[in-house]
């Protein structure tokens, strides 16, 4: 069983930043990609960004690119999305996920383990 744990939401005026974290702990957690996701009220969770388990390739959602980046840090079993130029359809509740495998992929059920989210909020 794989325990994610994320923090670092919270309320931000437009064009301000935050970064949000994720630590994973039990099973190992290194082999594995790793995924954000969001979703805002009245809609369904939607891909974010998503990191291979070595770190050397990233993938995001075409409404973020250039705005938002994910990292990890293996060594303290934690990936990071560090949010710039916030905007107010960016608010939702972020999740973390663990894939099931070392490749990143874009689809929820690629992902086997969930984070409980942690709440966006952009104003204008």
């Known amino acids: 069983q794989v325990q994610l744990v994320e923090s670092g939401g919270g309320l931000v005026q437009a064009g301000g930043s935050l970064r949000l974290s994720c630590v994973a702990s039990?099973?190992?957690?290194?082999?594995?990609?790793m995924g954000w996701f969001r979703q805002a009220p009245g809609k369904e969770r939607e891909f974010v960004a998503a990191?291979?388990?070595?770190?050397?390739?990233?993938v995001y959602a075409d409404s973020v690119k250039g705005r938002f980046t994910i990292s990890r840090v293996n060594a303290k079993n934690t990936v990071y999305l560090q949010m710039n130029s916030l905007k107010p359809e960016d608010t939702a509740v972020y999740y973390c996920?663990?894939?099931?495998?070392?490749?990143?992929?874009?689809?929820?059920?690629?992902?086997?383990?969930w984070g409980q989210g942690t709440q966006v909020t952009v104003s204008s």
């Open positions: 996920a663990q894939s099931r495998g070392s490749e990143y992929s874009l689809k929820i059920e690629d992902y086997r383990y």
């Open positions: 039990g099973r190992t957690y290194i082999a594995y990609a």
């Open positions: 990191i291979t388990w070595s770190g050397g390739s990233t």
